[in-house]
């Protein structure tokens, strides 16, 4: 299958009075932050006088926004993941979402999540009307206009062919591909806007901590090159012409970082060169992956190095969770504190001498945790660092689902402000 180029996509414009249709629309080619919604890549977009939908290069619908009184906030729209759920992103009235979390825009998820910030748009009519019944809402526009150019005609007709059991069925099988489901996506990701290609690297995880909410039965294994080989050519084939929309990469699932440098080095490159991220739209390919404790203390120096001189920018994050021994053994999480703390050392030095990768963290937040917790992470962010750093984001993620507490978000600014590197809260997201 050979990849569409630009000029293989011509803009064309169709408007008659209360419809308007515009193919093949050039968005942002680099991902951004900035306070008004940005669309990334190449895409398609249907305007009515009640609501816009926009569609990827394969004619299914990504994203969709209301124009009636009844919409919340004209800034605020829907997405569509390749996971088929369906995401709104709200401005949390802009105050505190920023510095929350690193974006201009929260992600409201439709499943329960550690979320500390957010309201429950899923359950407004007309968030409904364009998440859950988007396609009969669709299907009700008058297309019969004699008028309407054939290619125009073309595209309305195979996006009403998608319809929501095809795009459920794409999405299983892209779970599939994969070996099953992300469950969890590296908070990392939020930089190319969770738009990432999944690849198994490996399946499971080290430790099975006891408070865990993402983790499977798995013990870890590494793939074989074969397996990845055969999972990217299956991926390509199934992202099919948007692929070119696409640059980031994500090396599932638990601990990529565990598997062996050569295999980690491999998986990176043959993505690379199999998704074509060379030849895509988007600028600046970006690979994310999850490391554990031991995994950090045993990869050699040369990995980051030679992550560091692939084509990709890298962040690797690492389940900390506490550096603090009782709250280590509270949650059931098999490392010492000792480990923890030469661990994140390794993460500063690594951070320090390779330009091309982050290495980033996560601590729990709760309210239930033993005081140590807190004394005990801040001596490595704030006191072992003679300076703020601008590298290695630190993520606090909240214990509790379905939970959000103003409480939790207030202890949270105060750490943020004391801490040398820079703080973030984590919502657990899936693809
Ligand atoms: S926190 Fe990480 S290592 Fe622990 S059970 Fe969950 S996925 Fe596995």
């Not at 249907?46 to 800034?75: C, S, V």
């Not at 329960?112 to 669709?138: D, M």
């Not at 299983?172 to 969890?184: H, K, M, N, P, Y």
């Not at 198994?200 to 080989?229: H, M």
Request: net charge neutral; glycine share 6%.
């Amino acid at each position: 299958m050979e990849l569409p180029v630009l000029k293989d996509l011509p803009h064309l414009t169709y408007t008659d009075g209360d419809l308007s249709i515009e193919l093949n629309i050039l968005g942002n080619r680099e991902y951004t932050k900035i306070s008004y919604p940005v669309k990334y890549g190449v895409f398609s977009r249907l305007e009515t006088r009640d609501f816009i939908m926009e569609f990827t290069l394969n004619h299914e619908i990504r994203h969709a926004r209301g124009k009636t009184e009844n919409w919340l906030h004209p800034q605020e729209w829907l997405k569509r993941t390749r996971g088929n759920d369906w995401i709104y992103y709200s401005t949390g009235g802009y105050a505190g979402v920023f510095e929350s979390i690193g974006e201009y825009y929260l992600p409201n998820l439709m499943y329960t999540t550690n979320s500390l910030l957010g309201g429950r748009p899923f359950a407004e009519p007309e968030v409904i009307r364009l998440s859950e019944n988007w396609h009969r809402t669709l299907a009700g526009v008058d297309f019969n206009r004699p008028d309407m150019p054939g290619p125009v005609r073309e595209w309305v007709d195979k996006i009403l062919a998608k319809t929501p059991a095809d795009l459920e069925k794409k999405a299983s099988a892209l779970f599939d591909i994969c070996g099953e489901r992300t469950t969890v996506l590296p908070p990392d990701a939020r930089h190319s806007d969770y738009d990432v290609i999944p690849l198994t690297l490996s399946d499971g995880c080290l430790y099975k901590c006891r408070f865990c909410k993402v983790k499977n039965k798995k013990a870890f294994a590494p793939r074989s090159k074969e397996n990845i080989r055969g999972q990217l050519q299956a991926l390509r084939d199934l992202y099919g012409d948007d692929l070119i929309n696409y640059n980031s990469l994500f090396l599932g699932e638990h601990d990529a970082l565990n598997a062996p440098d050569d295999l980690i080095l491999f998986a990176a490159q043959t993505a690379y060169d199999t998704l074509e991220f060379g030849r895509g739209i988007m600028t600046r390919p970006a690979l994310y992956f999850f490391g554990s404790v031991d995994a950090v203390l045993n990869a050699p120096d040369d990995l980051f190095k030679e992550l560091s001189a692939l084509p990709f920018s890298t962040c690797i994050n690492i389940g900390l969770e506490s550096a603090d021994p009782e709250t280590l053994e509270k949650i059931g999480k098999p490392v010492t504190a000792e480990k923890v703390t030469m661990a994140f050392h390794r993460m500063q030095e690594i951070n320090k001498t390779c330009q091309k990768v982050e290495m980033t963290c996560n601590f729990i937040m709760d309210e239930g945790l033993p005081a140590g917790h807190t004394t005990a992470m801040m001596a490595l962010v704030r006191d072992s660092l003679r300076f703020t750093q601008p590298k290695g984001s630190v993520y606090l993620s909240p214990l509790r689902f379905g939970r959000p507490s103003r409480e939790v978000l207030f202890d949270f600014y105060h750490l943020k402000t004391r801490s040398r590197l820079p703080m973030f809260l984590y919502i657990i997201q899936r693809l």
